[in-house]
C-alpha cells in the first residue's frame, strides 16, 4: 500500500509519540506529506488484535462516530469492510439501538448516521497494519522517549530524545501519546509555557463483561443503551462486537461503584426500567471475568491559547482534550484533529510557529464540539466539579426536552443523533424551528414502556408529564 500523493510536499522526518489510533491517524496525515514518518510507543505493540498493558481502557466498549468513520475509510479505502469481513458489524445509531432514556424508548428512524462496531483492539491492528505498510512509515513499540531536543538557538525542536539517550531528528514531533503529554513538561523545561487546563471530575466507574452472541435469538435491536436518569447516577450500555460477541458495561458515577460479581451485575442490569441489557446478560453465556476501569475526571488542554511554543510541536488527540469514554468521542475528535493538521500543513508548506497556531486553533475549534457535550452531560449528575462552561444547567435541561421528544417524533430523535455522531454542532438543537418541534413533541411527557423485556414486544404510549 503507498501513500497517496495528493497533499502539500513538506519534506524532512516526521516523528509520532503515541502509536494508539490518535498517534496512527497522525502518522498517515504526515505520511503524504514528510520523507520518512517514524511512530515510537512504550508498549509491546501486538501482531494480532490484542488488549495492550497499557492501554486498559480497551477492554471496555468503544464507538467509532459517524465523522471519525468518514474520515478513517477516506484514508484507508476499503477498512470498512475489511472490519466487516472480520465480523464488525455496521449498524445505524438511530435505527438499529435501542435507547432508553428521560423514562422512555426513543422513536428508531432510519437514518445514514451508519458506522462499525467492534472492539478497540481489533479497529487499531486494522489501522496500525494500514499505517505500517505505507512505504515511509516506520512504527516501532517496546520505544519510551525521554525528551525533546532544541536547535541550538532555542526556538524550534529538532527531535526526540529516547531513553537511551540516542537521539532521533525530526523536523516535526507530534505528541500523541494520551492525557498525560509528557512533552507538555519537556517543553516547560526548555522555558516556555504549558496550556491552560481545563477538568471537569466526574469519578466514572466502568465494569465490562464479554457474552457470546447468539443471532438466532430476535431483539429488534443491535445495540442498547439504557440512561438510569441523573439521580440514579448509573447507566448500562450493550454493543456487538467481532467474533459474534456482546460487550456490556455497567456505568457508575460520582460514588456509586458497579458490583463485579454475575448476582451483583444482574441485580444492577434489572435496576433499570428497561430490561433489555439485563435479558442478554441473562440468556448469554458469559466468556471471561469482569473487567473494571476508572476515569476520573474529563481534561482539556487550551492550546489555542498558547502564545510561546517551539516550532515543530504539536499536540494530538488525547494530549489535547481527554473525554469521558462514555460519550464515544475520543477517536473520532483525534481523527478530526489529524485531518485538520494536514490542512494546515498543506497551507503552511512548512514546519514554522505558523503552524502551530493555525493548528491550535484549529483544534480548539474541533474539540470545542464534543468537549460542551460530554462536560455537559457530566454536571447532569450531582457530585461532577470543575469548569463548567456557561449556559450547561440551561442547555442540559433543553437537551432532556429533546429526548423526551425524540420518543415521539423522527426529527427530534435524528438531529439529536447527527450531534452525537459528530456530524453536526451542538447549535444545530437550538435552531429556532427545531426548538419549537422540540416543545411541542416533549410536551406529551416521556414515553412509557408497557413491558420490560424484548424490544419486540414494546409498545410506547403517549403520556402527560406530571413533572
Keep these: 500500500m503507498r501513500a497517496q500523493r495528493t497533499a502539500r510536499w513538506i519534506g524532512g522526518t516526521g516523528v509520532v509519540v503515541g502509536a494508539s489510533m490518535a498517534g496512527l491517524c497522525a502518522a498517515r496525515v504526515l ?3 514528510f520523507e520518512h514518518v517514524v511512530v515510537l510507543d512504550r508498549d509491546r505493540l501486538p501482531d494480532g488484535p490484542e488488549h495492550r498493558r497499557l492501554v486498559p481502557q480497551s477492554q471496555h466498549p468503544h464507538l467509532l462516530m459517524k465523522a471519525g468513520h468518514e474520515i478513517l475509510e477516506g484514508w484507508f479505502p476499503g477498512l470498512t469492510d475489511d472490519l466487516v469481513d472480520g465480523g464488525a458489524i455496521l449498524f445505524d445509531i438511530a435505527a438499529d439501538v435501542h435507547w432508553w432514556d428521560q423514562g422512555g424508548l426513543a422513536r428508531r428512524p432510519t437514518s445514514e448516521l451508519v458506522s462499525p462496531a467492534m472492539s478497540r483492539p481489533y479497529l487499531e491492528h486494522l489501522v496500525r497494519q494500514r499505517v505500517a505498510a505505507l512505504p515511509n512509515v516506520t512504527i516501532r513499540g517496546a520505544t519510551a522517549v525521554g525528551g525533546l531536543t532544541e536547535a541550538s538557538g532555542g526556538g524550534r525542536v529538532t527531535g526526540v530524545r529516547l531513553d537511551d539517550d540516542t537521539v532521533l531528528a525530526a523536523d516535526l514531533v507530534v505528541d500523541a501519546s494520551g492525557r498525560h503529554a509528557r512533552s507538555v513538561r519537556w517543553v516547560e523545561e526548555l522555558g516556555y509555557e504549558s496550556p491552560v487546563v481545563d477538568q471537569v471530575h466526574i469519578d ?13 435469538r430476535t431483539r429488534g435491536w443491535t445495540a442498547a443503551a439504557v440512561m438510569g436518569g441523573p439521580e440514579a447516577k448509573q447507566q448500562i450500555m450493550c454493543l456487538p462486537i467481532e467474533g459474534e460477541r456482546w460487550i456490556v458495561v455497567l456505568i457508575g458515577v460520582n460514588g456509586v461503584v458497579p458490583p463485579t460479581d454475575d448476582d451483583g451485575m444482574l441485580a444492577m442490569a434489572r435496576s433499570f426500567e428497561s430490561h433489555a441489557i439485563a435479558e442478554v446478560m441473562e440468556t448469554s453465556e458469559a466468556m471471561g471475568p469482569a473487567v473494571t476501569h476508572r476515569f476520573p475526571a474529563s481534561q482539556r488542554r ?4 498558547l502564545r510561546r511554543f517551539p516550532a515543530g510541536w504539536i499536540l494530538l488527540g488525547d494530549a489535547i482534550c481527554s473525554f469521558d469514554p462514555i460519550y464515544g468521542q475520543g477517536m473520532s475528535s483525534a481523527a478530526q484533529q489529524a485531518q485538520a493538521l494536514g490542512a494546515q500543513l498543506d497551507r503552511a508548506g512548512a514546519v514554522d510557529h505558523r503552524l502551530g497556531r493555525r493548528y491550535f486553533a484549529a483544534a480548539g475549534r474541533i474539540v470545542a464540539t464534543p468537549w460542551s457535550i460530554a462536560v455537559g452531560g457530566d454536571f447532569a449528575f450531582d457530585g461532577t466539579t470543575g469548569d463548567k462552561p456557561f449556559g450547561t444547567d440551561l442547555f442540559n435541561r433543553y437537551g432532556r426536552r429533546v429526548i423526551i421528544a425524540g420518543q415521539h417524533d423522527d426529527a427530534a430523535v435524528l438531529r439529536f443523533n447527527a450531534v452525537a455522531a459528530m456530524v453536526r454542532r451542538p447549535a444545530s ?4 424551528g427545531f426548538l419549537l418541534r422540540v416543545m411541542w413533541a416533549s410536551r406529551r411527557g416521556p414515553g412509557v414502556v408497557t413491558s420490560s423485556g424484548d424490544e419486540s414486544a414494546v409498545t410506547l404510549q403517549s403520556t402527560q408529564a406530571t413533572r
Excluded: C, G, I, Q
Design 31 to 33: 505520511a503524504d506529506r
Design 429 to 432: 438543537l437550538l435552531a429556532p
Design 302 to 305: 487550551r492550546v489555542e491559547k
Design 204 to 216: 466514572t466507574r466502568y465494569v465490562s463483561r464479554v457474552y457470546r452472541r447468539d443471532d438466532r
